[in-house]
Structures are given as structure tokens and as C-alpha cells.
Antibody
């Protein structure tokens, strides 16, 4: 069974940093592209970032470019999102998502709240 | 990276058909056959319903179908059922990013 389990969310002050992790199991992690997608309270889905299967290629939404860094450790079957210079606009549920044909598996999400 | 345009809400009676539109540009929806659709219940993670414009993953009822014409993609739910009441999002590859629509709430009357 495919499982994606996010962790690392929490309350952080504006300007602070947080690192999200996503533990993958039930599939060959190193064969798949991975993404982070977020959803602010009461709002829609927003794509955040992508990493290819070996970590050599990454892409970012304009809203997080230069502040967020996506990475992966295929030996540990884990995806990461390093988030710096956080602002209230980054408050959201962050989902770890696998993709091949569409975003086919989603984690349950981890909540990030940016507030003083 | 502008969001794709979806109607905020659509509704229908059980057994009827509803169609949700998703309008983008030639840089996203019109430029690639990589449109997908997601169903989301409140407080839950989204679920893939359609990928590559019109392909249904295993386990998705054939009441759900997708299509595309020019810069607009569409999701049609035929034979609407009570459990189809949810939020639906379209998504398109856009060359160097992916972009979602704003979401459509489907109400079963």
C-alpha cells in the first residue's frame, strides 16, 4: 500500500524557518517524481514545488522561489521541503504528492501556521 | 503562474449530469495534454479522478469523464450521486510549473 506521511509542521514566527519531511513507503520511491502542494485555510490547492526522481531537477512556484528548497533522500525514502523567511501567506496544509500520471497519491498533510 | 479559471459552484439533482469547466491559456491547458482533475472532501486529501485530459485511474467510476477543447478543459459527472458532493480542482502542466484551478463546489440537490 502506498503511504506518504508528512511531518515537521507547526507554529513558527514570521521570518522563521521550518523543514517538512515526507516518509514514503509501499512503492519504489526513487522511480517517481515528487511534489509539495499547499492549501491555505478555506482556500484552493496551490502547487509549490517539484523534484525529479534522482533529485537533479527542481522547480518552484514564483511565490516561494528563493525561500523554499525541495530535496529528497532516495536511500531514506524521504522527501523534504526547507522553508525559510516564512510569512503569514505561507500558512497552509502542506501535502506531499507522488506523480507519474497526474498527482496519484497524496499524504494526509501537515499544518504550517506562521504567526507571532 | 496564474490560476486556472473554474466556476465557484455547480449543482444538479441525483441522476443528472453536471460539467465543470477549467479555462487556462495556450501556455498551460491549451499547450499540453496534461490536465488532471481532483476530488476533495472537507478535511481530506484530494483524490485523482482524471489524468492526461481524459484518462480514468483504476477505481474511479466511469461516471466521471474529462475532455479538452482549445484552452478549456472540462470534467463531466454523469448520473450524479449524493457522494459526488465535494470540491473539484483542475490542474495543468505549464512548462516549468503546474497550476491548479480555484476549485468548484459540486452540490447535489
Amino acid at each position: 500500500e502506498v503511504q506518504l506521511v508528512e511531518s515537521g509542521g507547526g507554529l513558527v514566527q514570521p521570518g522563521g524557518s521550518l523543514r517538512l519531511s515526507c516518509a514514503a513507503s509501499g512503492f519504489t520511491f526513487s522511480n517517481y517524481w515528487m511534489h509539495w502542494v499547499r492549501q491555505a485555510p478555506g482556500k484552493g490547492l496551490v502547487w509549490v514545488s517539484f523534484v525529479n526522481s534522482d533529485g537533479s531537477s527542481t522547480k518552484y512556484a514564483d511565490s516561494v522561489k528563493g525561500r523554499f528548497t525541495i530535496s529528497r533522500d532516495n536511500a531514506k525514502n524521504t522527501l523534504y521541503l526547507q522553508m525559510n523567511s516564512l510569512s503569514a501567506e505561507d500558512t497552509a496544509v502542506y501535502y506531499c504528492v507522488r506523480s507519474r500520471e497526474g498527482f496519484d497519491y497524496w499524504g494526509q498533510g501537515t499544518v504550517v501556521t506562521v504567526s507571532s | 503562474q496564474s490560476a486556472l479559471t473554474q466556476p465557484r459552484s455547480v449543482s444538479g439533482s441525483p441522476g443528472q449530469s453536471v460539467t465543470i469547466s477549467c479555462t487556462g491559456t495556450s501556455s498551460d491547458v491549451g499547450g499540453y495534454d496534461y490536465v488532471s482533475w481532483y476530488q476533495q472532501y472537507p478535511g481530506k486529501a484530494p483524490k485523482l479522478m482524471i489524468h492526461d485530459v481524459s484518462k480514468r485511474p483504476s477505481g474511479v467510476p466511469d461516471r466521471f469523464s474529462g475532455s479538452k477543447s482549445g484552452n478549456t478543459a472540462s470534467l463531466t459527472i454523469s448520473g450524479l450521486q449524493a457522494e459526488d458532493e465535494a470540491d473539484y480542482y483542475c490542474c495543468s502542466y505549464a512548462g516549468s510549473a503546474w497550476v491548479f484551478g480555484g476549485g468548484t463546489k459540486v452540490t447535489v440537490l
